[in-house]
């Protein structure tokens, strides 16, 4: 094609690199064009500044970046991350969340679709923390790769990849994985905090079990109704943080209900 003439090819500095796929580190078989041969023209009108190179990449990530009209690598680079996260989210849940030795409990057929599916997490994973690799185009050297390496930290601990930091959150606070996992997300990607909002939480639910049984049993006890000794004890609450609901209770047994 004409214009493919216009654009410089990225290679890689080191012969280790060479045929993988700048975006995953898979094997390459064929080429990403940085910005798409189809937005060619709009590009040149526009003298956007697009890098205008060639870049070697696997059959997956050079047709699903067919979809994406980035003229910059690192947008492309986020471009192709993001769709391996979704399209693979299945996979890598699997792969995060199970260990291998727990498949020998399996029955057969269940424990060898499980190991597939953590075969095709595992891979996914791999692909998602590949920071690409040093290149040159026409001469020019990359000063280091483009995805800086993510850590996971939980507690004072810091670990290189998901699984492990969600192995340890979980050996730490034992709340379930799969909860872990989606407060993780909610919490901004933190561990420290998803723990915090599940204990949060969990204080939160015994605190109202305990206040509601307590109050019940006060209620049947003065032939009160529930409700009204519950909203009570709630205001004393709030009016005296340092209160316990026991104390509460026993204040207003004083106040209102002392012979
Ligand atoms: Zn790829």
Known sequence: MAYEKFYQ???????????????????????????PLAEIAAYK?????????????CGECARVLKNC?????????????????QHYAQALRVYQMWESDELAEMDAAFRISLAAGMRLGEEAQQRLDYPGFRYEVDGHKSGQVAVVAKVYAVHERTFADYKSALNYAHEESRIPKGRLAELYLQQGESFDKAIHAFQQNAAKKAFERELKDKCKVFAATHVQHPKFIERTVR??????????IAAALEKLRQERFAD
Request: proline residues 4%; aromatic residues 12%; glycine residues 6%.
């Open 235 to 244: 205001q004393y609450l709030q009016q005296d943080d340092s209160l316990s």
């Open 9 to 35: 090819p990225l290679r890689a500095v080191n012969a280790a690199d060479f045929h993988t796929c700048y975006y995953c580190g898979c094997v390459t078989s064929g080429e990403d064009f940085v910005p």
């Open 45 to 57: 009108r526009a003298d956007s500044g697009a890098d205008f190179i060639r870049v070697p990449a």
């Open 69 to 85: 009209s980035s003229g910059q690598l690192a947008l492309r680079v986020d471009f192709i991350k993001r769709y391996l996260n």
